[in-house]
């Protein structure tokens, strides 16, 4: 049948230049089932006691269920990292024919490479964590698993690994870069793959999504574009209800600020990157919906002038909206006009912010000369408001509790490694008490990534939490 891949996953360090492509330029695909139903739970960390779920729903106006039984010494349902492994997997078996039994013969480091990960040591224990879930979790999916080639609905029982062998260099049993595996891909997926029920993969842009939640909730929402009696069919936004949509991503605490947290960090990366062009929420408690409106997948984000934007960390629906609004001429002038402003020392609190206005100004806010730009500078009312991003909006609403969540979930995605498991505790208890204030920890961090200044940021802010520690004490 074969689409076959033909070149192996980026890294990360070029994340930024990576773009959705059409659907038309993909040669890549995934099994349609598996992408729909959400097999692996979108979230980084799961409790130790969660190793079983059921989703009820409805398939073309029938009852269908979906339900999950892991073995709990592997760490519980599926999840996090496993589906960046589970899509190489399959991707590779494509790169190798799709073989009738669904064999698929690789190296423990190819299927990190193919899955866009870090193939450094502890990265290989985490894989073999990953394949024993994937060969001892039981799914059923009754009357939700599609018969594309008898064209209905049945039920199926399997493992998303039937089986599972590898070569180890110790006694231990451990997985290591030279490993040699030996899978044998579910049944039904393989009857699925084999049938042509599948839809394209844009694996480039997946595997340069910077967290394993984003890439999960790509995923579920690209296998929602596409119409699943018909996956050749493709839809320009999609909503669901949000309890519905917590139980498809497999997130475990139900309550809806809670999932409208846990998404967040996915929404916002999503729509930098150029794939959502919005998300919005209607209604309240568990009522609520959620509209994805996706960037169409004939717009092109890879053109010079919309990359001298994403430079300055505009988003690609607003640089697609400026140009679209007023034209390349005036952007490109508008742009120099920016540069220049920045060379003459005018400081902005947010580079973005200040180029979408200047872009934007109908008043003649900004001077045409570099010379003058230090003298606006200093005149106040002629400054640009200050455009918070989406984590700062969250955190400076609803309870306490809730606004040092969404601070904590900003500063982790923005800080990383730069703080280690008990300062980013200490970080959190600063917060509740009080000593630090979560919009402004969070407004000067996201400055300091603009600025390119992050590591300073950090060191201050442990200074800051030195402080905190000895007050306490």
Not at 171 to 177: F, V
Not at 247 to 276: F, P
Not at 401 to 412: D, I, Y
């Amino acid at each position: 049948m074969a689409r076959k891949a033909t070149s192996a996953a980026p890294t990360r360090t070029d994340q930024h230049r990576v773009t959705p492509r059409p659907a038309s330029d993909l040669s890549r695909f995934e099994e349609a089932n598996v992408a729909r139903l959400g097999l692996i739970s979108v979230q980084e960390r799961i409790p130790d006691t969660y190793s079983s779920w059921t989703v009820e729903f409805h398939v073309d106006g029938r009852p269908a269920r979906l339900t999950c039984d892991a073995v709990p010494k592997y760490g519980g349902v599926p999840h996090g990292l496993d589906g960046d492994i589970a899509t190489a997997i399959i991707d590779l078996y494509a790169e190798a024919g799709t073989a009738a039994d669904g064999t698929v013969r690789t190296t423990a480091y190819q299927i990190l490479r193919r899955a866009g990960l870090d193939t450094s040591g502890r990265y290989y224990q985490s894989l073999l964590q990953t394949l024993f879930r994937l060969r001892t979790t039981t799914y059923t999916a009754s009357e939700a698993w599609r018969d594309h080639g008898r064209g209905h609905w049945t039920t199926a029982t399997f493992n998303y690994l039937s089986e599972l062998e590898f070569t180890s260099d110790d006694e231990a049993t451990e997985l290591s870069s030279g490993s040699v595996l030996k899978i044998r891909l579910a049944e039904p997926i393989v009857r699925s793959i084999r049938a042509q029920y599948t839809k394209p993969l844009d694996l480039e842009f997946l595997t340069s999504l910077e967290r394993p939640q984003t890439r999960a909730v790509y995923r579920l929402l690209d296998a929602r574009r596409y119409d699943p009696v018909a996956p050749g069919t493709v839809q320009g936004s999609f909503t669901v209800n949000i309890i519905e949509w917590a139980e498809a991503c497999k997130i475990v605490d139900r309550r809806s600020n809670k999932i409208r947290a846990t998404l967040q960090g996915a929404h916002e990366e999503l729509m930098h990157r150029g794939y959502l062009q919005d998300v919005t929420y209607e209604g309240r408690g568990r009522t609520q919906t959620i509209t994805y409106q996706f960037v169409p997948l004939n717009v092109d984000v890879s053109s010079p002038l919309l990359e001298s934007l994403r430079t300055y960390r505009v988003s690609v629906p607003v640089a697609q909206k400026l140009i679209t609004d007023f034209g390349e001429t005036r952007v490109e002038a508008r742009l120099r006009k920016f540069e220049a402003l920045l060379a003459g020392g005018y400081r902005a609190r947010s580079r973005s912010a200040l180029l979408v206005d200047v872009i934007r100004d109908e008043h003649g806010k900004y001077p045409d000369t570099p010379d003058a730009a230090p003298a606006v500078a200093r005149r106040e009312p002629a400054a640009p408001t200050y455009m918070p991003t989406l984590e700062e909006v969250a955190s400076e609403d609803g309870s306490l509790e809730e606004r040092v969540e969404a601070a904590m979930k900003t500063l982790q995605f923005l800080l990383r490694e730069r703080l280690s498991v008990s300062e980013y505790a200490l970080l959190r208890l600063a917060l509740i008490l009080g000593r630090l204030e979560s919009a402004q920890v969070t407004r000067e961090a996201t400055r300091a990534k603009v600025e390119h200044t992050l590591d300073e940021f950090a060191i201050g802010l442990l200074d800051a939490l030195q402080h905190v520690r000895l007050a306490e004490a």
